[in-house]
């Protein structure tokens, strides 16, 4: 649960704390996080064409980006990165330390809060996809099908790139 009992953008009294471990403030719309704001995501690729998901959530909805997303406060990012896949396709992934390819700090939302993605190649994936949670649809997509894809973050898009080069 959050941590604030008042909205630190405009002073009003928070409600209690969401499925996501946010409390969310019901006059201004900020949701504040009891966690710092790691996510872990990975690439899945599958005869030379990387899986990625179009996202049923704002931030970004409609747009595409890789499976995975924020971690819980005392999760590390391999455990993290396997439950956000199975959450949100029902497939398990194979992935350790040494499978991190990238980690980049950017802005997430429209109130621009840092995140460190933390970005992963999956040696293997069992299971097919079946789209749950905060996903809307997948793509399985070629490295010359990359550039026409609407990524909600050019990080993910260049992850994909290095997971299929």
């Not at 499976?67 to 439950?83: C, I």
């Not at 970005?119 to 026409?148: I, Q």
């Not at 993910?156 to 997971?163: E, F, G, N, S």
Request: charged fraction near 30%.
């Amino acid at each position: 649960m959050s941590h604030f009992r008042f909205c630190p953008r405009c002073g009003n009294e928070l409600g209690p704390a969401g499925n996501d471990s946010g409390a969310k403030c019901d006059n201004c719309g900020k949701t504040w996080y009891h966690n710092a704001a790691p996510t872990a995501g990975c690439v899945i690729v599958r005869d030379n064409k990387a899986l990625i998901t179009k996202r049923a959530r704002d931030p970004e909805k409609g747009r595409f980006d890789i499976p995975g997303g924020f971690l819980d406060a005392d999760e590390d990012p391999v455990t993290g990165v396997k439950r956000e896949v199975k959450e949100e396709l029902g497939m398990s992934i194979e992935v350790s330390f040494d499978d991190l390819v990238q980690a980049v700090p950017h802005k997430y939302g429209d109130d621009g809060d840092w995140t460190l993605a933390i970005g992963f190649v999956a040696r293997d994936a069992s299971g097919d996809p079946v789209p749950a949670d905060d996903v809307e649809d997948v793509l399985w997509v070629s490295l010359d099908g990359l550039d026409g894809v609407d990524f909600a973050w050019e990080h993910d898009r260049d992850l994909v790139r290095k997971a299929l080069s």
